[in-house]
């Protein structure tokens, strides 16, 4: 590029010559003469040739981190050609980078197989990063020429989402799978709560022969209690605009509570599935263990707040996806209208239990204070309030977070209650 200075020169040089040879003026045209010289001199150094060869490098104190975690960055930019004057590197930080020490520009001299390095650190918010290029703007000796470009050294960051350990948690879908969990089955077999009694079979072990049962019947009889197996359980993260109002803090809550439902429905055996649904359709086919559970995590940190048209109410939800007589489990701070879709989902056989992540608790600094924003809370309350009443009614088991406190608790003291 033409720097600034060039140009300034140039139009100096062609202002002189024209009052020189408009006015025939020679001491005039005269003065052209060494800013004539300066600039061919200075263009001369800049030639194309002497453009600079850079190479970049990126390195990662580690590339996973948890959100609200440090993460150390350092970026080498090493000159393999000739010596650099002037050069200036500068690493941009998404924006939900927080810069917490060091520096992400720097200006100096750089030598031939001399390099720059960038150190510093930052705090990262959830989500995945890809930190493809620094930008570099270079200039030769006298000023005349600048290249700016940007150099390639990608390298890719991923926060997860931070999550609570949930416990008794409890579903009963209507349907089953043959392994062992900790859903309901209502069969007979081996498990833990008393499910029934039965006549003696010849192969029955003699310690499930119920005495007292037997003693009043005169004849043996069987205990038997009720199966505890695996279940296929599909956790829907809600990232619909309307619900979330612009409001990602919002969302990261949302994002915290399906992380620790995945979490437990994994450590109960489930098969546990992931659909982000609201602006497009992002499925996680359910499986089992740690390595889904990571893919899980990492499909929830890329997590956005969109819009669709197809996709704005809840019914339309690709049953397709979701196995007959399956656990739906959604995290949505619930729009009007969703009871009605849920219920028509619970006709349809499948079970539904609803984390409402409550927005009238989230503080919100924007709002300000004062009369009119505690009753227009209130008003969105009693709102909220009246849908979570509908879907209790449609048969689904709704839970309401208030996020300014622990979701655990709060999840411990709602089953509790529903027991």
């Known amino acids: 590029m033409v720097s600034r200075k060039a140009r300034v020169e140039f139009a100096v040089l062609v202002l002189l010559l024209a009052v020189g040879f408009g006015l025939r003026l020679a001491p ?6 060494p800013i004539a010289v300066h600039l061919v001199g200075g263009y001369a150094l800049a030639a194309w040739d002497r453009r600079p060869r850079l190479v970049a490098h990126r390195t990662l104190s580690q590339a996973r981190v948890w959100e609200g975690e440090e993460v150390e960055i350092a970026v080498a930019v090493e000159n393999q050609g000739s010596r650099v004057e002037v050069i200036e590197v500068a690493d941009p ?28 650190t930052v705090r990262v918010r959830r989500g995945l990063y890809p930190l493809p290029a620094v930008r570099i703007a270079a200039e030769d000796l006298l000023g005349y020429a600048t290249w700016e470009e940007e150099l390639p050294c990608p390298a890719e ?5 931070r999550f609570e350990a949930l416990s008794g948690i409890v579903i009963s879908p209507r349907r089953t799978l043959p392994q062992s969990g900790t859903a309901r089955s209502r069969r007979g077999g081996t498990g833990l709560e008393f499910f029934g009694t039965r006549e003696y079979r010849p192969g029955d072990e003699i310690r499930r022969i119920h005495w007292p049962a037997s003693a009043r019947l005169d004849e043996l009889v069987v205990a038997e209690f009720e199966e505890e197996r695996a279940a296929d359980v599909a956790v829907v993260l809600d ?31 489930h098969r546990v599935g992931l659909l982000v649904y609201g602006a497009y359709l992002d499925w996680v ?4 263990g740690r390595r889904h559970g990571e893919r899980l995590l990492h499909k929830l940190a890329r997590a956005t707040i969109g819009s669709s048209e197809v996709f704005a109410e809840l019914a339309h939800l690709p049953t397709r996806l979701l196995r007959p007589g399956s656990q739906i489990v959604l995290v949505s701070p619930l729009l009007p209208g969703d009871a009605e879709d849920l219920g028509v989902l619970i006709a349809r056989g499948y079970r539904a239990l609803v984390l409402v992540v409550d927005p009238t608790t989230l503080e919100d600094p924007s709002c300000g204070t004062g009369l ?23 048969g689904a088991r709704p839970l309401v977070w208030d996020v300014r406190y622990p979701l655990a608790p709060q999840a411990v003291a709602a089953w509790r209650r529903a027991r």
């Not at 930080?93 to 510093?120: C, K, M, N, S």
């Not at 803090?249 to 450590?267: M, N, P, Q, V």
């Not at 086919?285 to 089992?288: A, I, N, Q, R, S």
């Open 157 to 161: 960051l991923v926060a997860l989402p």
């Open 285 to 288: 086919f359910p499986g089992y």
């Open 372 to 394: 009119e924003v505690e009753l227009a809370r209130r008003i969105l309350a009693l709102e909220r309030g009246a849908m979570i009443g509908q879907i209790f009614a449609a």
């Open 28 to 33: 005039v045209a005269f003065l052209s003469l």
């Open 93 to 120: 930080l998404p924006p939900r980078f927080e810069l917490v020490d060091g520096t992400t520009d720097q200006i100096r001299e750089l030598a031939t197989g001399e390099a720059l390095i960038l150190r510093y």
């Open 239 to 269: 990232v619909r605009d309307r619900a979330y109002r612009g409001q990602p803090d919002l969302l990261d809550h949302a994002t915290r509570a399906a992380a620790g439902l995945c979490h437990a429905f994994l450590s109960q055996g």
